[in-house]
């Protein structure tokens, strides 16, 4: 049991360039998320998804798209990557995304833009 | 609007020593709060959480929690701190729709010194 799995671990983009981060868990769960952390700022909720085939906006949703295809993977893309967008990637996921549920994180994508 | 705070950037205290890492809350409706723990290099480790029911909250490596209602206060105790506590802690509440989002404070870094 892997938990949630980020890859990669590392990365680093000229500005305009595109790339996709993979997540996946293998603990059947419904609810997924994508944050990114930057010193001083906690994580903040990029998109999400309730569901196999469903996603969401979050707090801080531009310049970032995702796809929910299957239920256990949940892929964030850059399309053309600025250097705001320099930081730390983390995936989570929860159950049932209810009020008790307990969200579980990846290891992180840390992401460099040049 | 929900928020969290945690007003110190930074705690130290001595090995042994008891430790706080504070917290307090907005939310509309009942709080659902959690806590976390990022070592270096790697993603959030859920401590604990509280839901409802006895205000003290018990979780992992022996931390506790207090929930307070009237101060809209979290904070996390523990009655002696390990030099291997030395982390960046987060606390997050629960927004209340049923999206399970969560809004995390800002974090803390908590140094243990021997």
Wanted: net charge positive.
């Amino acid at each position: 049991n892997a938990g949630v799995t980020q890859t990669p671990k590392f990365r680093v983009l000229k500005t305009g360039q595109s790339m996709t981060l993979l997540c996946a868990q293998d603990m059947n769960h419904e609810y997924m998320y994508w944050y990114r952390q930057d010193p001083g700022m906690g994580l903040r909720l990029i998109h999400y998804s309730v569901g196999e085939g469903t996603t969401a906006k979050g707090e801080v949703p531009d310049g970032y798209n995702v796809s929910r295809l299957k239920k256990q993977n949940f892929l964030l893309g850059l399309e053309s990557a600025a250097p705001s967008q320099t930081s730390v990637y983390f995936c989570a996921s929860s159950s049932q995304g209810g009020h008790s549920d307990t969200q579980y994180f990846g290891p992180g994508t840390r992401l460099t833009v040049l | 609007a929900q928020s969290v705070a945690q007003p110190e950037d930074q705690v130290n205290v001595a090995e042994g020593n008891p430790l706080t890492v504070k917290c307090t809350y907005s939310v509309s409706g009942n709080p659902y709060l959690f806590w976390y723990v990022q070592y270096p290099n790697r993603g959030l480790q859920f401590l604990l959480k509280y839901i409802t029911g006895d205000n003290l909250v018990k979780g992992s490596y022996g931390f506790e929690a207090e929930f307070n209602k009237s101060q809209t206060s979290f904070h996390l105790k523990k009655p002696s701190a390990l030099v291997s506590d030395s982390a960046l802690y987060f606390c997050a509440v629960r927004a209340s729709s049923n999206t399970g989002k969560l809004i995390f404070g800002q974090g803390t870094t908590l140094q243990v010194k021997p």
